[in-house]
């Protein structure tokens, strides 16, 4: 096999288990699994960091350096896993949704108590 040949096998491969691996989305919520030809699915990203409070910090040339510097952190997360930075500090969400799914989440993307629960229909 010439190096060429067996360039084109491993991309092929990786092309072929690409596909395989989308293939296999399921909803994070309700766990249906999503048919990537019939079902859409949606893709919930979340950024969740620690602010920092500007008028915290002694003058405004270091808050212009603390901003920089998250900025810094943000893009080198970007590149990096996030395992160097603590959950504490910064972390992102990723969820593959259902349509119905979607809905729910737009509806209450924080999971508050709905009206319903507290009593609205009482009356
Ligand atoms: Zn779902």
């Known amino acids: 096999m010439s190096f060429v040949e067996a360039l084109i096998r491993m991309s092929a491969f990786a092309e072929f288990q690409r596909e395989r691996d989308m293939i296999h989305y399921s909803c994070d919520l309700c766990k249906r699994e999503l048919d990537p030809q019939d079902d859409l699915r949606y893709v919930v990203k979340m950024e969740i960091f620690a602010a920092f409070d500007p008028s915290s910090l002694d ?65």
Request: charged share 40%; with cysteine; proline share 3%.
């Open 59 to 123: 003058s405004e040339e270091q808050d212009r350096d603390h901003l920089e510097e998250i900025q810094d952190i943000l893009e080198r997360l970007e590149d990096s896993s996030s395992e160097e930075i603590g959950d504490d500090v910064y972390q992102q969400l990723r969820f593959d949704l259902c349509p119905e799914c979607r809905k729910k989440f737009v509806k209450n993307p924080l999971g508050r108590e709905t009206a319903k629960a507290f009593g609205f229909s009482s009356n």
